[in-house]
């Protein structure tokens, strides 16, 4: 069964402080990763999304590194901001058609 | 430029009363999801429509149903909501299947239905 595991479940961090949060996945065959930022009551938003050949993708603060051989995957948010407050999701795709798995998220509190 | 509309973005509706939620889409992509979101939880894939074809999860109750009369709309309908089915419900667009990598899936801002 395909599964996404995040970790850590939420997250307490300083502004301007970095942090790390991961993703481990069983996904087969594997086609690509996903980093969402969802802020409460809205919409996932796109960060990343890296295919099996990709083992780094930056956007902005946001670093998504990926290890398909271990299948892992992390996300490095650099010198926080109140605003990168927000639940982050994993999710990942298969080859095989449209089957997208996703992870539980990743609560972050940045405070002040 | 909102990209995903989703109408309402809050909708209250009776136990067992039929309610229906829309989703319009400016992107003219092939493919639009449905998910339920309940509180702090992953989004929960109900079903996709590629164009005209229907995809049903195997896992979605009877009770909920969609129709895409054309590409920027789609429609959720909960033939008789039950209080288990108060939740945040996620519209998304893709111009291709997401199993390439290669498109980009854009959500809605949700609507968050409860049900009394």
């Known amino acids: 069964k395909n599964q996404v595991e995040q970790s850590p479940q939420s997250l307490i961090i300083l502004e301007g402080k970095n942090c790390t949060l991961q993703c481990n996945y069983t996904v087969s065959p594997f086609s690509n990763l996903r980093w969402y930022k969802q802020d409460t009551g809205r919409g996932p938003v796109s960060l990343t999304i890296?295919?099996?050949?990709?083992n780094t993708k930056s956007n902005g603060r946001y670093t998504a590194t990926l290890d398909a051989d271990t299948k892992q995957s992390s996300l490095h948010i650099t010198a926080s901001q109140l605003s990168d407050s927000a639940s982050y999701i994993c999710v990942v795709s298969d080859n095989a058609g449209n089957m997208l798995t996703f992870g539980g998220g990743t609560r972050l509190m940045v405070k002040p | 430029d909102a990209m995903v509309i989703q109408n309402p973005r809050y909708q209250v509706t009776q136990f067992g009363k039929p309610v229906t939620l829309s989703c319009s889409q400016t992107l003219n992509h092939n493919v639009m999801y449905w998910y339920q979101q309940k509180s702090s939880q992953a989004p929960k894939l109900l079903f996709h429509?590629?164009?005209?074809?229907?995809?049903n999860e195997a896992d979605t109750p009877d009770n909920f149903q969609s129709r895409r009369p054309n590409t920027s709309f789609c429609f959720l309908d909960i033939r008789s909501p039950g209080l288990g089915d108060a939740a945040m419900y996620l519209c998304a667009t893709s111009a291709g299947m997401t199993g390439t990598g290669r498109y980009e899936q854009y959500f809605g801002p949700g609507t968050r239905l409860t049900v009394t």
């Open positions: 429509y590629y164009d005209k074809d229907f995809n």
């Open positions: 890296m295919t099996f050949s990709e």
